[in-house]
């Protein structure tokens, strides 16, 4: 039987920390999310200011960087908003 949903580790850092008020949660997806699903999820979960730092920041999934929206999301994923103004 295939999996529908599953469960992902997101931990966030710096200004997502913030706008989230934690550094981290688990949270039940679609078995197929990608990462621009997770965004949206994140996006309507914590509003304009969590959208706006993830439209910019980078992802560590399952240790391995990435931008691109269309990448598929593993069992951790990292929101890595520029530090330093960078």
Do not use: C, W
């Amino acid at each position: 039987m295939l999996e529908t949903v599953r469960t992902v580790q997101v931990r966030y850092f710096a200004a997502a920390a913030e706008a989230a008020d934690r550094t981290e949660e688990t949270l039940t997806v679609p078995a197929a999310a990608d990462l621009a699903h997770l965004r949206e999820l994140l996006a309507e979960r914590y509003g304009a200011r969590m959208a706006k730092i993830l439209g910019v920041a980078a992802y560590l999934v399952d240790s391995e960087l990435t931008r691109d929206p269309n990448s598929a999301i593993g069992a951790q994923v990292d929101v890595l908003p520029p530090f330093a103004g960078g």
